[in-house]
Structure formats: C-alpha cells, structure tokens
C-alpha cells in the first residue's frame, strides 16, 4: 500500500451552519461545497488547506455513525482519511496482514471517492479511511 | 492568519515503540525522528505523508497532557497543527477575535517550530496548533 497524502481530516460538528463561519472567519478558510451523503447520514462541509482537505460532519440522524460519535465523545476530530492508488487492492493488503476492516471493499464516498474505513481497533485507536480516485 | 498546509496531526498512543512498526510495516510510511521533548512529558515520533508530519505522542508521565489524554480518552487523534506564516501574529489575531489560546504567546516546540496552542473551548472541539518556523 503505498499512502500518497492525507487525503481529509473528518470532523465532527454539531452544526455545519455554525462551524462554517468560524473556519471562514476565524481560521481563513475557504468552504468550498456542501453535500449530503444521505446513506452515511451526515451532511458535509469542505475546506482544501494545502492539499488535504477538512471534512466537517454534521450528522442528519442520532443514530447514524456522526451523532454516535458526538453523543458519547463530542464534537472534534472523527477520522484520518490516507490517499492511496487503489482503495479495493489496499484493503486486501490491509485484509491479508490481519488488519480488521469495517468495510471489505470500498464504496462511494463524498466528492466521488472510492472509499473504505478501517477498525479503530487495529489502528492504534484512529478511524482510519482509505480512498482513491478510481 | 494565513493557513497555508497542516503541518502535522498529533496522535497519542500508549508506547512509540509498538505503534511504530505498525506504521510502518501495516501503513508503509517511513519514521524519521524520534524525539523528547521534556516539558511537555513526551516522546515523540515522526512519519511524513506528502506534505504533513503525523506526530505519535507516548507519555512520559502520567500527569503530563497526553497521559491525561490517554487516561480520559484512549489513545487516537489528539490534536491538530496549522501551519502559519508567524506563530505570534496568529496567535494575536486570535486574541483580538476573542479566542480562548493556551499559549499567548509561542514557545518552542518539536523540531525547533515556534508553536502556540488555541483552547479546543474556541475551536469547535478540536484542539488546534499553530506553528511556523520563525
């Protein structure tokens, strides 16, 4: 597996519609879409700095993955998102060395990604995501 | 304050010495530094990953920040570092927006950057580094 970046940061929030003006006003960034990703209930929000991006999450159900999160740790930093070739060929690596993966193969993720997350459990305690372009 | 990357993303784990092999035999990326840094109780090590650092952060005393971390939270993402063009304007431009800064004013930190630490209170839950290398 070869990591070419960190592709995102992903960050919990308890409301987009906040945490847009702070990232804007504040810290200088510059939002550059929106999107919801119904099937992972959470709407997003992107922010490019340098070349990874910050990924804010705002969950659209308390029972999806994002207001799980909040509910039991609060808002902050949810996962880390590595670039890399080719997701479906690094999660058989990662499936090979006995690394425990919450997805098998990668899936469509925000901005079209193909995408897929790692357990916590075997990443030192780090969500970790993998994702590619193709 | 001008953002211009991140200049690296701090991970608490419970001891460098097994999180390293799995960074770099799981991950593939390569540590170039292990370094201590006394006053702020911790070992650190370095991995670069296109153009920002991730940090392992292991505790060298219980009641140091990260052991604290650890003991509350568990061992994962502990904090986040913009780089700027000047810690201290940063830092004084923050001031002036009226957030609330752990540091009022930079102090030296890993690999000789000047850095400053803005109070996750102020930040949406994410504790936030600034550093630069003035």
Do not use: W
């Amino acid at each position: 597996m070869k990591i070419t970046h960190i592709e995102h940061i992903g960050i919990a929030v308890e409301s987009i519609d906040e945490a847009i003006p702070f990232y804007e006003k504040v810290l200088g960034l510059k939002c550059y879409k929106v999107e919801e990703i119904e099937d992972q209930k959470v709407k997003t929000a992107f922010f490019m700095v340098g070349q990874t991006k910050i990924e804010l999450l705002e969950s659209t159900s308390p029972d999806g993955p994002i207001g799980k999160f909040i509910e039991k740790k609060g808002p902050g930093i949810h996962h880390l998102a590595f670039a890399v070739d080719n997701t479906n060929e690094s999660l058989n690596e990662l499936d090979k060395k006995g690394i425990r993966l919450i997805d098998k193969e990668g899936r469509k993720g925000a901005e079209g990604l193909n995408i897929g997350f790692v357990h916590p459990k075997s990443t030192l305690g780090v969500l970790t995501e993998i994702c590619s372009c193709d």
